[in-house]
């Protein structure tokens, strides 16, 4: 009966049961028999049967784009990647770290030789952040300044827009003073009697969805360009949209009361 090598016999077993699959499973899921499949994990004088082999393989084929199989495929790569990190870590540090010091012995009749100086070996790198941070994906990040977006808003609205983001980072400039400026720019686009509201692209959408994270300010005030795509109906295919001024009225006004409470925060008399 013709067989297979069995380092192949073992490497298809092993992919399925990272795939989470159980040796009971495999063996039900392929239509072989669990004693046909269990010598091979612990003797090395067996050899698999080309039938069952390809029936492993079929199986393999079906489930390969199973979202859990994949989803514990990749798990299992991620793991193996931060154990080699590790392990490379270890052995530069190993590299790295001086060879161990003899402390002289005094000569006769000569006062003891000083103390060598024995410096400490590095400390070991933080493990890379390979599920949210990966770096192979560093090198193609997406950077957006404030510019790249104020420079599709009314023009009252993008100024007061990098006031905010710039508060209490500008040096020379407290972080009052900006947040008194960016409230002055607010109040002026909302009196004004005059304003619409304005397009917004595809592109400025996208840029307002990655100001909007993790900024209290920002977030108020471009929230009504952000659920604008969530109301009357509309979808990714509406783009350029238009922000209506009641809409933007209302981040606006949120974003007055922000910024009034964090002004209030910084009178107060620590």
């Known amino acids: 009966m013709d067989s297979v090598d069995n380092v192949k016999a073992y490497g298809l077993l092993s992919v399925l049961q990272r795939g989470g699959l159980s040796m009971k499973a495999i063996a039900s899921r392929a239509g072989v028999a669990l004693a046909t499949l269990s010598p091979f994990r612990v003797s090395s004088d067996r050899r698999m049967a080309m039938a069952t082999y390809m029936k492993l393989f079929n199986l393999y084929r079906e489930v390969r784009s199973e979202p859990e199989f994949q989803a514990a495929i990749d798990a299992w790569k991620v793991s193996m990647e931060a154990k080699e990190k590790f392990a490379a870590a270890d052995t530069a540090e190993q590299e790295d770290s001086p060879a161990p010091q003899t402390e002289p012995q005094p000569e006769a009749e000569k ?10 070996a590095p400390a070991p790198q933080a493990a890379p952040d390979l599920v949210n941070h990966p770096s192979h994906y560093e ?21 007061s827009f990098e006031y905010l983001i710039r508060a209490g980072f500008k040096d020379g400039q407290s972080e009052a003073t900006d947040l008194r400026k960016a409230r002055v720019w607010l109040k002026y686009w909302l009196d004004d009697k005059e304003s619409t509201g304005f397009k917004v692209t595809r592109i400025d959408f996208a840029r307002a969805v990655i ?22 109906g509309r979808s990714c295919m509406d783009f350029p949209f238009t922000v209506t001024r009641e809409e933007m009225a209302v981040g606006v006004k949120k974003t007055i009361e922000a910024v009034e409470k964090r002004l209030n925060e910084l009178e107060q008399p620590s």
Not at 111 to 120: C, D, I, L, R, Y
Not at 140 to 146: G, L, Q, T
Not at 211 to 232: C, K, N, Q, Y
Request: aromatic share 4%.
């Open 211 to 232: 100001f909007d994270t993790g900024h209290v300010f920002v977030g108020h005030l471009l929230e009504p360009i952000i659920s604008a795509m969530r109301h009357i």
């Open 111 to 120: 006062s003891p030789a000083p103390m060598p100086v024995v410096e400490k």
């Open 139 to 159: 090198r193609v990040a997406v950077k957006v300044e404030p510019m790249h977006l104020t420079a599709h808003l009314p023009h009252p609205l993008a100024s």
